[in-house]
């Protein structure tokens, strides 16, 4: 196989307030949990039956750590774009555990606030680029460029 792909995409709602943690070298990591839930019908009893799942999300990117810590709270409703990571831990009585990840960091990740009080939600991606001052640049292009109607090969 030549490469492969690593991505994760919920939607759903925060179990609880995000957790802001300040690593060695300064940087704001947020960590919360995202509960995402389906519903189906039983067919033999005719009773609606509901699953929650649970994911652990951590986002070390300090733009999106930020962002979290001001307008996150318990039962926001996010949509979120990362990677799943599995890793190994000691707990408090020495017993080695593996937990699993949703990681938001670097460029692939997103990270989108649904239920903002304002009506439209805010997409916030990471590296934490302004978008206003990517707008205004290209609102200085011209836009009157000439386009070739020829296929140049």
């Known amino acids: 196989m030549a490469g492969s792909v690593n991505k994760v995409i919920l939607l759903g709602r925060l179990g609880g307030d995000p957790e802001i ?3 060695q070298d300064g940087t704001k990591i947020a960590r919360f949990s995202v509960a ?8 033999t009893t005719n009773e609606k039956k509901e699953k ?3 994911h652990r999300i951590v986002i070390f990117s300090a733009g999106l750590s930020e962002i979290v810590e001001k307008f996150l709270k318990k039962g926001s409703l996010v949509y979120l774009e990362g990677q799943i990571r599995s890793r190994k831990f000691n707990d ?15 460029y ?6 649904l239920d903002n009080k304002s009506d439209d939600s805010q997409k916030l991606n990471s ?14 292009m011209p836009q009157d460029f000439d386009i070739e109607d020829e296929v140049p090969f």
Do not use: F, H
């Open 108 to 113: 692939n990740c997103q990270l989108t606030m």
């Open 52 to 54: 929650t799942d649970w």
């Open 127 to 140: 590296p934490n680029i302004e978008n206003s001052t990517v707008e205004k640049k290209l609102d200085e």
């Open 21 to 23: 943690r300040v690593s």
């Open 92 to 106: 408090q009585a020495g017993i080695e555990k593996t937990t699993t990840e949703i990681i938001l960091q670097g």
């Open 36 to 43: 995402t839930s389906e519903s189906w019908k039983d067919k």
